[in-house]
């Protein structure tokens, strides 16, 4: 039911579909572990049944509704401590993906949530390996909420609820293999994608309610660090928050 993108010149060109598996993003590390697969190789399903998200969450979503995917890329021009810029053309790529569908403002959750309006439409989970001192291979694990139309966890919402129509979803995961490559061409060019990003950022320079440990405070989020620390002022302090270490209450 997936087709081959036509527009593209590598992502997508060697398309693996499973009508299920535990987790598309273990089944393209097992397969890349086990044959040398083309770098834009995607690993596309129709059920996980052991979805990954991310702090270790599951992924869980109804079948045949939504993209499942995970996409090989091979970022050898990054080292370890530049992964966020991996974080940062994910994010924008699935933006533009979903503007093609809604009219609705699109934000990027930091790091890499994917929202309309406040609720989640899109999730990635990134893994990445070394190969020597850069990043050899980069497993860009994508669930992307189509055509679901109820959702246990009640800030999630998908295209369809949006847009009240079905979507086709070769059509979508065409889309996004298109602004995936795009943006890699441009992230490989040297391109910094941080104004864009800020630009897109959930929040960015308002005041919002957070959780750290056993605190919640007010804080404006002011930048993001090269690292991909979240950067926020609370009061006169100006505090970096890693991924683990702040929560955004209510979303
Ligand atoms: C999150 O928001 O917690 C990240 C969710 C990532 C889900 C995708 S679905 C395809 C790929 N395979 C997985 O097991 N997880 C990612």
């Known amino acids: 039911m997936y087709k081959i993108p036509a527009r593209t010149l590598f992502v997508g ?8 598996c535990h987790s598309t993003n273990t089944l ?5 572990g086990q044959q040398n697969l083309a770098e834009g190789t995607v690993v596309i399903t129709g059920f996980q049944s ?9 992924w869980q979503v109804e079948p045949g509704q939504n993209i499942t995917a995970s996409f090989l890329f091979r970022p050898h021009f990054l080292e370890p401590h530049q992964q966020f810029a991996l974080t940062q053309w994910v994010a924008l790529a699935i933006a533009e993906t979903v503007k093609q569908f809604v009219t609705e403002p699109i934000w990027v959750k930091w790091p890499n949530d994917v929202l309309i309006g406040s609720r989640k439409v899109c999730g990635v989970l990134i893994e ?17 909420n189509v055509n679901q139309l109820r959702f246990e ?6 295209l369809r ?4 129509r079905l979507h086709n979803l070769s059509l979508v995961f065409e889309t996004l293999c298109e602004h995936l490559e795009q943006f ?21 320079r308002e005041k919002l309610l957070f959780s750290a440990g056993e605190n919640d405070f007010e804080a404006v989020i ?30």
């Open 128 to 144: 990445n390996t070394l190969s020597g001192k850069m990043i050899g291979q980069s497993i860009v694990g994508i669930g992307l």
């Open 184 to 204: 890699f061409f441009e992230l490989r060019a040297g391109k910094i994608l941080k104004e864009s990003y800020l630009k897109h950022l959930y929040g960015w």
């Open 161 to 164: 609820i949006v847009t009240g």
């Open 153 to 158: 966890f009640p800030m999630a919402t998908s």
């Open 222 to 251: 002011e930048d993001v660090t090269a690292e991909g620390k979240l950067l926020v002022r609370k009061g006169a302090d100006l505090c970096a928050f890693g991924f683990k270490e702040i929560r955004f209450r209510g979303l």
């Open 50 to 58: 052991a979805g990954r998200g991310q702090r270790g969450t599951q």
């Open 13 to 20: 060109k060697s398309l693996i579909y499973v009508p299920e």
């Open 28 to 32: 393209l590390a097992e397969l890349s």
